[in-house]
């Protein structure tokens, strides 16, 4: 059948290969990586008992920035795992992070994020709103290039 329509299609002067049915692709836009965006808000992050035992995640800053808002909630688990505070279905995770204070050093700052998500109408996924930091410190060190 397509042997027959492609031999029609040759016959009647119009061939696949003629410049007239050549696709012409479209200029692509240049390539723009989601950029890091964070805000500090130590009141938004509430006192909890034996905080400061909580084991964390020992990760580097680069990790951290690819989660930008967006970002689908199930691509954080294997970043930075699941939440450390035991939240379960919610809109906030809160973590618990180390990042090392020099490459090869076994010296590490604590710093706790929280990340905020919010369902965008018409979509299943719930996808990342906004990142926020109890410290900024901590938001400086991630922000800086690495």
């Known amino acids: 059948m397509k042997t027959k329509f492609f031999?029609?299609?040759c016959l009647s002067g119009v061939c696949l290969t003629s410049p007239a049915l050549a696709i012409e692709e479209a200029p692509q836009p240049a390539s723009?990586?989601?950029t890091y965006q964070a805000t500090v808000?130590?009141?938004a992050f509430r006192p909890v008992v034996l905080e400061?035992?909580?084991l964390g995640v020992t990760t580097t800053p680069a990790t951290i920035r690819l989660i930008t808002p967006g970002v689908d909630k199930f691509s954080i688990y294997p970043l930075i795992g699941a939440p450390h505070f035991a939240e379960g279905i919610t809109r906030r995770w809160n973590y618990v992070l180390f990042f090392p204070v020099a490459p090869g050093s076994t010296e590490r700052v604590r710093c706790r994020?929280?990340?905020r998500f919010e369902r965008p109408r018409g979509h299943y996924s719930v996808v990342v709103s906004e990142v926020v930091w109890q410290e900024q410190s901590c938001a400086d060190r991630v922000a800086?290039?690495?």
Request: glycine share 0%; proline share 11%.
């Open 144 to 146: 800086a290039a690495s």
């Open 113 to 115: 994020m929280e990340i």
């Open 32 to 34: 723009t990586a989601p």
């Open 41 to 43: 808000d130590p009141a």
């Open 52 to 54: 400061h035992k909580k």
């Open 7 to 9: 031999a029609a299609l």
